[in-house]
């Protein structure tokens, strides 16, 4: 009986490893090719096609520009995982407290009035490390269009936050969808350089500073 807590602390780690190595490899692969915006689903994470309008029900969104496409998504490079220790330690070996990863994404593109918003949908699973995890952790998470190239553009980002309640056996999924970001549609083939880039970001855990009084 004594030996399950450290049966259980090396399946978590054996975990912990494998879903890293795993991420390992889906960083080298290619993004999502980019879908045409006029494709709609019922939800981000599968399902059938949306059916088609009543007759006489306002359309949903304006007639995109033809060529207009919804981009891929790809994890910004250093922001795959998100891992924290012990107070005053580093998140390796018997101090990390929990390790968060991404597993799955997915998009979705609606376009009015010359502007497309975006919804990016992210799931990811959580797991508890030997120090022990909270009873809830807070998930910081940043979406942002970008134009690649020599230098890349931020058209626009967005910090977003989620929370899950750890269970007993350390591992838990989580699923968060950027309901709201919004950019003007570009001109051309210029949208075919456009991308999410999505990652962990601790920074959107902190409290945004107090605006400063101006002064009379």
């Excluded at 942002?144 to 269970?167: C, D, L, N, P």
Aim: positive net charge; glycine residues 10%.
């Amino acid at each position: 009986m004594e030996d399950k807590p450290v049966i259980r602390t090396a399946a978590r780690m054996a975990l912990l490893a494998a879903i890293s190595l795993a991420m390992g490899f889906g960083m080298l692969a290619s993004p999502a090719s980019a879908q045409s915006i006029t494709d709609r689903f019922k939800g981000l994470f599968g399902g059938k096609s949306e059916e088609a309008p009543a007759p006489g029900a306002p359309p949903a969104a304006d007639q995109a520009p033809d060529g207009l496409s919804c981009p891929p998504v790809s994890i910004r490079a250093g922001a795959s995982t998100y891992q924290v220790a012990a107070p005053g330690k580093q998140p390796v070996g018997n101090d990390l407290r929990f390790q968060v990863t991404i597993t799955r994404t997915a998009r979705e593109c609606s376009y009015t009035g010359g502007e497309i918003t975006a919804r990016i949908g992210i799931q990811g699973r959580v797991i508890a490390g030997p120090a022990g995890a909270p009873a809830t952790v807070d998930i910081p998470m940043r979406v942002a269009v970008v134009q690649s190239g020599v230098q890349e553009k931020t058209i626009a980002t967005k910090a977003y936050r989620t929370s899950v309640t750890m269970s007993e056996d350390g591992s838990v999924p989580f699923t968060l969808v950027a309901e709201d970001l919004a950019y003007p549609a570009p001109p051309g083939a210029v949208g075919d350089s456009y991308i999410f880039y999505i990652g962990f970001d601790p920074q959107a855990l902190k409290p945004e500073p107090k605006a400063k009084p101006k002064k009379k």
